[in-house]
């Protein structure tokens, strides 16, 4: 068996600017590359999230993996060579193969400028051709691309670079359950969050090869492993003490006021939704019946409620004050009324609400199913 990853796996865009976020950002990255390590995995290609804070941090987070880093396009500004291994030849009984990693040239680098003059990404397809050729060469039979890219750029690379059996799908959020079949090489995806794992079975014969896809769903059915478990719960007391949240009542059965504030932020900016009660009964009352004003507690039901990665959609103006505890826990007035400085005193009107502003946390990912006007229905204050 071979295990490989194909990114957008250690660190998560910074989203906000909060003080902390490069500490919880390493954490999660040391935690995940100590898990691959322990599940002993063969290779990984890295997408644009994990270079949030640049090339040098991924490449001193690679220096702890029991795996290569793959990355054929990804290269030195002075050199024109690449930053990583750009591939990984793997021995079965019979069959040489070639995993090559790649990654979209449209992406950004994360890091500081000053840095990323350092380095550059080149054309994939053209990157492809060459290295394709040299697996052959070395009479890889069955040659992988580990590709993170849209979709569109996995179909580009499927129609000028022949010779590719399967392009294993990284950056776009959806899975299927069956392989794409674009001009002859099988485009696999297995979609986000590890949710679940494409596995491939295949063999191969004098001229053909036989390969058969599964999506497995990886379900409470597969028990949590004990070590991991372990450092899962240290690494959630380590956030906690980076983004301190207290856990809340339940928003039913508690009063509406201050209590179900994460914390009072430090400037007036984002006003809690108990600062709108007095002169919004009405729409206060229409919000706590749904899932938003509900939204903090859905992570603590998961023991997720320290996650920088779920709390920029599950709270309200992570970051936006410089203060690491000044959020507000659920989805409240101003995710989607902006923030409402100098209102109601200086007169000042919000911004209409706009779909655009759902769509920040409605994303295909999260929200499949989003759908503007039904979902606006839902939300509307008057029913
Ligand atoms: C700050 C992030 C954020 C913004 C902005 C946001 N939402 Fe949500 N929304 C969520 C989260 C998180 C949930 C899930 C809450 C839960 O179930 O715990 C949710 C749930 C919902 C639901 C309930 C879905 C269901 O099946 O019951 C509807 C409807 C909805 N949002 C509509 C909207 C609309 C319309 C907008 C824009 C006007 C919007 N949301 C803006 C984060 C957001
Ligand atoms: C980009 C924004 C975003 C991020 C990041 C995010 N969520 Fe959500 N989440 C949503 C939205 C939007 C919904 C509502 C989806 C709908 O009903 O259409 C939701 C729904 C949920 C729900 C309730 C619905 C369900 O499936 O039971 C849970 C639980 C949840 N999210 C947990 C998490 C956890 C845990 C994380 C972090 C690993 C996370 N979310 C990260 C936006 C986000
Ligand atoms: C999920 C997004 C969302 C959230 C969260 C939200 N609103 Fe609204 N609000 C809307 C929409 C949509 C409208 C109506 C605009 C429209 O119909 O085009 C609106 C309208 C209003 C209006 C204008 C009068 C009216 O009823 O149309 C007030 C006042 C208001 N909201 C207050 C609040 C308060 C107070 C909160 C927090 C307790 C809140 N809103 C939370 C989406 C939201
Ligand atoms: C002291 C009273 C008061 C408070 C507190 C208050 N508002 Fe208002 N709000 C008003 C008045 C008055 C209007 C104008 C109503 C009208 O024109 O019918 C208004 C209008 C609105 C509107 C309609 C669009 C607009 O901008 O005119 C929204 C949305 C709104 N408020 C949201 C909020 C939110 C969110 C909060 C909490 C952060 C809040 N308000 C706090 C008094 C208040």
């Known amino acids: 068996m071979i295990l490989v990853d194909t990114g957008d796996l250690l660190y998560y865009r910074p989203p906000t600017g909060h003080p902390n976020e ?17 599940m002993g995995y063969d290779a990984f290609t890295p997408g644009e999230l ?17 795996f290569p880093f793959l990355l054929a396009n990804l290269m030195f500004t002075q050199s024109h060579k690449p930053v990583f291994k750009p591939y990984l030849i793997k021995e079965l009984p019979g069959v040489k193969i070639g995993f090559l990693g790649l990654i979209s040239k449209e992406v950004s680098l994360g890091g500081p400028p000053e840095e990323n003059k350092k380095y550059y990404l080149a054309d994939p397809i053209e990157v492809a051709k060459k290295f394709v050729a040299e697996l052959k ?8 691309v580990l590709g993170h890219m849209e979709l569109a750029g996995q179909e580009m690379l499927a129609k000028n670079v022949p010779g590719i059996q399967f392009i294993l799908s990284g950056h776009v959020p959806h899975h299927q359950p069956h392989p794409l079949d674009a001009n ?19 063999f191969v014969e004098q001229k053909r090869i036989y390969s058969h896809f599964q999506l497995v769903t990886l379900s409470a059915e597969f028990a949590d492993h004990p070590q991991v478990q372990e450092w899962l719960v240290q690494y959630k007391a380590d956030l906690q003490k980076l983004i301190q949240t207290r856990p809340q009542a339940s928003p039913r059965r508690s009063p509406p006021a201050a209590r179900r504030e994460v914390v009072i932020p430090v400037t007036p900016l984002y006003m809690g939704e108990n600062h709108c009660i007095s002169c919004h009964p009405q729409q206060h009352q229409s919000w706590t019946g749904t899932a ?18 779920c709390l920029t959609c599950h709270t309200t103006g ?7 505890n000044a959020f507000l826990a659920n989805v409240q007035c101003k995710a989607c009324h902006g923030p409402a400085e100098g209102h109601p005193e200086l007169r000042r009107s919000l911004s209409p609400v706009a779909e655009d502003q759902c769509r920040k946390c409605h994303n295909p990912g999260n929200s499949p199913n989003f759908k503007y006007p039904t979902y606006l229905q839902k939300v509307r204050h008057q029913k």
């Open 184 to 202: 002859g090489s099988e485009i696999i995806m297995a979609g986000s969050r590890g949710e679940h794992l494409g596995q491939v079975d295949f």
């Open 22 to 38: 490069k500490k919880t950002g390493d954490l999660k990255a040391a935690l995940y590359t100590k898990t691959y390590n322990l």
């Open 318 to 324: 992570l970051g936006v004050v410089k203060n690491p």
């Open 137 to 144: 060469k070395k009479k890889c039979r069955v040659i992988v």
């Open 292 to 309: 938003h004003a509900r939204a903090y507690q859905a992570l603590s039901q998961q023991n997720k409620s320290s996650d920088p990665t």
């Open 50 to 66: 994990d270079f949030s804070f640049g090339v040098g941090e991924i490449v001193r987070m690679s220096k702890r993996a029991n």
